[in-house]
Nanobody, 115 residues
Framework: VQLQASGGGLVQAGGSLRLSCAASGRIANINVMDWYRQAPGKQRELVASITSGGRINYADSVKGRFTISGDNAKSAVYLQLNSLKPEDTAVYYC??????????WGRGTQVTVSS
């Protein structure tokens, strides 16, 4: 099973994007789905996560601007990005953890926010 992220692009500050991540097949026993990002020269950071029980967490830097949602039945996760800032520029990666230690990663989609 592979994850494919899409929806990235170039947008002006204040704009919006919607990222999608879909699996090539069904992933059973999903525990959590999340989005990470990595900016040039920086470490990969967790942006938002959603558990199979619906618990959601956001990085402080995106609270109130980004919204994560997931569809376990489709093994898909989404990230709505609003009020984008130049500092949101990064490659965004989706991740799914199934069971205890089974991890799936998408290849990433580039988000570039111009000032």
């Amino acid at each position: 099973v592979q994850l494919q992220a899409s929806g990235g692009g170039l947008v002006q500050a204040g704009g919006s994007l919607r990222l999608s991540c879909a699996a090539s097949g069904r992933i059973a026993n999903i525990n959590v789905m999340d989005w990470y990002r990595q900016a040039p020269g920086k470490q990969r950071e967790l942006v938002a996560s959603i558990t199979s029980g619906g618990r959601i967490n956001y990085a402080d830097s995106v609270k109130g601007r980004f919204t994560i949602s997931g569809d376990n039945a489709k093994s898909a996760v989404y990230l709505q990005l609003n009020s984008l800032k130049p500092e949101d520029t990064a490659v965004y990666y989706c991740h799914v953890r199934a069971g205890i230690v089974l991890d799936f990663w998408g290849r990433g989609t580039q988000v570039t926010v111009s000032s």
